[in-house]
């Protein structure tokens, strides 16, 4: 009974594991106030380990805070980029598009001109092998009416193939056709074609001497070579 007065009412065994033993001599009221003064220091305690807790849960708390921004930061960046690439893939193929139908334009109209220029050009040829040949008319009449004559008793069919021969040349040259001259000229591969060569004192050197066919020239187009013998 007296131990449990000593203290504060409650019965303690020193064999009790983290009991302090109760000290003789002291009372109830000593003890409280004993482990009243040793609590604040335990709050205290807890209360700064809880501070730097909440401290490093702050500091952790804000450099998690600083990647997640750098990483949005990042991934906003790479939307961006493939949007603008996205939008310069559609003005690529857009441009391609376009490129594409001006080339099948051009090729159809290319087409079309180049039968068009055939078509004309046909037509051109027709026309002045047309014009040609009725030009020929005449002669044809000519060389008939001097064939008439002949058979009739004629005695003037020498004069009349002169006649003929005259109108022919005058058809030639009026479409620009004229004789290559060769007799006594110097010989000139671009003009003449030579068969023969012989020794002929009467003649210079590459001189051509006689003409075994006349040439014909239509400006500067050759119609045909004139066939010469050619001193040497």
Do not use: W
Request: with cysteine; proline share 3%; charged share 40%.
């Amino acid at each position: 009974m007296t131990d449990t007065i000593k203290n504060g009412g409650k019965k303690h065994s020193p064999e009790t594991e983290g009991e302090a033993p109760v000290r003789e001599n002291e009372s109830a009221e000593e003890v409280l106030e004993e482990e009243a003064l040793n609590e604040p220091a335990g709050e205290k305690e807890g209360g700064e380990e809880a501070s730097a807790e909440g401290e490093e849960n702050r500091g952790s708390g804000g450099k998690k805070s600083f990647y997640s921004k750098k990483h949005g930061d990042k991934h906003s960046k790479d939307k961006e980029a493939a949007a603008k690439l996205a939008a310069e893939l559609e003005e690529a193929k857009a441009k391609e598009q376009e490129l594409r139908d001006r080339y099948i334009r051009l090729s159809a109209d290319f087409d079309n001109f180049r039968k068009r220029s055939a078509k004309e050009n046909e037509a051109k040829y027709l026309d002045a092998k047309a014009d040609t040949l009725k030009q020929l008319l005449p002669v044809v009449d000519s060389f008939e009416r001097a064939a008439a004559h002949e058979a009739d008793g004629g005695d003037q069919s020498t004069e009349g193939y002169r006649l003929i021969y005259s109108q022919l040349k005058a058809i030639l040259e009026k479409n620009g056709v004229e004789e290559i001259k060769a007799l006594g000229e110097t010989f000139n591969p671009n003009l003449h074609y030579a068969v023969m060569h012989v020794e002929d004192d009467a003649f210079g050197p590459d001189t051509v001497c006689e003409v075994f066919e006349k040439g014909y020239r239509m400006g500067d187009r050759i119609l045909r070579f004139s066939t010469v013998k050619v001193a040497n």
